[in-house]
């Protein structure tokens, strides 16, 4: 669920262990970024969960998005799932999937008062299958504004911890949220000239940010939810973050403009994936 490119060097040379991880405000919500934070929380990467990830990897190649290779899109040591992802200037987007049940059904039993087990089975459970990682601008665990779960895998450096937020086990309705510590940020880049900060001999991993449909960064997220209580402490943080929209409606589904959706497309991609893309 994280990916850092930053600390990716490392995690490369180490079979890379790990890589994932007001209304008024949003009637222009196509037209902004996702970066300035009023709280200090901005959005890190996007997760969605999915039941056959190379079937919904397919439909975002099919619209000019260009994935990272499976042989490079790592297992998540210790809980038993792995990811297919898609690289953004100033973020990502996982498809999340189980890859080993039995270190999935272990971990989950180490781990109660998570939300893995359910958020997988959404198709027959009904709750929302996405995640929203979060960062904090001069991070602080103790600034996280609401009540949060430690996460801890042997792969994270010595005491730190990934924060889940408490209501994600306890209101499924809403999308996953967890804060992740600054070595595992994913690195942001203004334009693609600035690729080349990435070393001479990672320089692989610089093409994977340059997509056939032409999109760089992710400028706003809209997701939405059934019967969910956006009253939540959780919820209202996530809402102030600018560009950010968590919403009721008829089904649960992901919105992300790229751009300021400056091409004006869109593609539905539906029943795959319950996510919309505009372009």
């Given at each position: 669920?994280?990916?850092n ?5 490392i ?7 790990f ?5 008024g ?8 970024t996702?970066?300035d ?10 997760n ?8 919904a ?17 790592i297992?998540?040591k ?9 690289y953004?200037?100033?973020g990502y987007?996982?498809?999340l999937?189980?890859?080993d049940?039995n270190e ?7 781990n ?10 959404f198709?027959?459970n009904?709750?929302s299958?996405?995640?929203l990682a ?13 009540q949060?779960?430690e996460?801890?895998q042997?792969?994270?450096?010595e ?5 889940s ?5 306890l ?14 940020e994913s ?5 693609f ?6 070393p001479?001999?990672?320089a ?10 032409g999109a760089?960064?992710?400028t706003?997220?809209k997701?939405?939810?059934?019967k969910?209580?956006?009253n939540?402490?959780t919820?209202k ?5 600018d560009n950010v929209?968590?919403?009721?409606g ?7 403009y790229?751009?300021?959706n400056?091409q ?6 539906r ?6 893309i505009?372009?």
């Amino acid at each position: 669920m994280i990916i850092n490119i930053r600390n990716s060097y490392i995690v490369i040379v180490l079979i890379l262990v790990f890589f994932s991880c007001e209304s008024g405000k949003k009637e222009n919500i196509a037209n902004e970024t996702v970066e300035d934070v009023s709280s200090g929380l901005q959005v890190d990467h996007c997760n969605v969960w999915v039941e056959d990830p190379q079937k919904a990897k397919q439909k975002l190649i099919d619209i000019g998005f260009l994935a990272v290779p499976d042989s490079l899109s790592i297992i998540h040591k210790g809980q038993g799932t792995s990811g297919r992802f898609f690289y953004f200037l100033n973020g990502y987007l996982e498809l999340l999937f189980v890859y080993d049940q039995n270190e999935f059904e272990t971990n989950n039993k180490m781990n109660s008062k998570l939300d893995f087990a359910e958020r997988r089975n959404f198709k027959n459970n009904g709750v929302s299958p996405f995640s929203l990682a979060l960062r904090l601008e001069d991070y602080d665990r103790e600034k996280i504004p609401f009540q949060t779960v430690e996460y801890r895998q042997g792969w994270m450096s010595e005491g730190s911890s990934i924060y889940s937020a408490k209501n994600s086990k306890l209101n499924l309705k809403e999308p996953s949220i967890f804060v992740v510590y600054p070595e595992i940020e994913s690195d942001r880049f203004e334009t693609f000239s600035d690729l080349e900060k990435i070393p001479e001999e990672y320089a692989l991993w610089r093409t994977f940010f340059k997509h056939p449909n032409g999109a760089k960064k992710i400028t706003a997220i809209k997701i939405t939810s059934i019967k969910m209580d956006v009253n939540t402490e959780t919820i209202k943080a996530v809402n102030g973050i600018d560009n950010v929209e968590v919403k009721n409606g008829t089904e649960h589904l992901m919105e992300l403009y790229f751009d300021h959706n400056a091409q004006g497309k869109s593609f539905d991609l539906r029943p795959e994936l319950p996510l919309m893309i505009y372009l």
